[in-house]
């Protein structure tokens, strides 16, 4: 029971934070100012960017639900604000504000923020579990070369 509640948190926070944080982008992608912009060629069509959102919040989801059940502590509920706090503001910091140093930077935090839970909770009990961050970490990777790529041929 305390595995299921904890899953629909997550869910909804999770996905909470992305419909907050395209609520805070404006018109992103379709805006004059990033079709405008010299983008990376490998750049995914827009499609892949909902599809795999959906993908990495599910698994997420479910690998915090074992965290938190194992591990609930203070610090663990820092370590995630920060993830969720920097995954909701690189879309208004690179989007609406147009800053996009600014945003490499968040994103750079962001994918170390997710690296550290997957390094520092992969521990016996989350070893497995831990693989569900794997979506993510391989997303944030791309999305920073993405953002890079903007920050350095504009």
Same mark, same amino acid.
């Given at each position: 029971?305390?595995? /299921?509640?904890?899953? #629909?948190?997550f869910?909804?926070?999770?996905?909470? +934070? $992305?419909?907050?944080?395209?609520? !805070?982008?404006?018109?992103?992608?379709?805006?004059?100012? &990033?079709?405008?912009?010299?983008?990376?060629?490998?750049?995914?069509? +827009?499609?892949?960017?909902?599809?795999?959102?959906?993908? /990495?919040?599910?698994?997420?989801?479910?690998? %915090?639900?074992?965290?938190?059940? *194992?591990?609930?502590?203070?610090?663990?509920?820092? /370590?995630?604000? *920060?993830?969720?706090? %920097?995954?909701?503001?690189?879309? &208004? /910091?690179?989007?609406?504000?147009? !800053?996009?140093? #600014?945003?490499?930077?968040?994103i750079?935090? %962001?994918?170390?923020?997710?690296? &550290?839970?997957? *390094?520092?909770?992969?521990?016996?009990? %989350?070893?497995?579990?831990?693989? $569900? !961050? $794997?979506?993510?970490?391989?997303?944030?990777c791309i999305?920073?070369?993405?953002? +890079? &790529?903007?920050?350095?041929?504009?």
């Amino acid at each position: 029971m305390k595995k /299921i509640f904890l899953l #629909i948190l997550f869910l909804i926070i999770n996905f909470g +934070g $992305l419909a907050l944080g395209s609520y !805070l982008m404006n018109d992103g992608p379709i805006s004059s100012w &990033y079709t405008n912009l010299n983008r990376a060629p490998w750049e995914p069509p +827009g499609w892949v960017f909902g599809a795999a959102w959906t993908l /990495i919040m599910i698994c997420f989801s479910v690998y %915090l639900t074992y965290l938190f059940s *194992i591990r609930k502590s203070k610090f663990v509920i820092t /370590i995630y604000s *920060i993830a969720v706090l %920097l995954n909701v503001s690189w879309n &208004y /910091i690179f989007f609406n504000q147009h !800053l996009t140093n #600014i945003a490499l930077v968040t994103i750079i935090a %962001l994918t170390l923020t997710i690296l &550290y839970l997957f *390094i520092s909770f992969g521990d016996e009990k %989350l070893s497995k579990m831990k693989y $569900l !961050l $794997l979506p993510y970490i391989i997303w944030l990777c791309i999305a920073t070369s993405l953002n +890079g &790529y903007i920050v350095f041929n504009n």
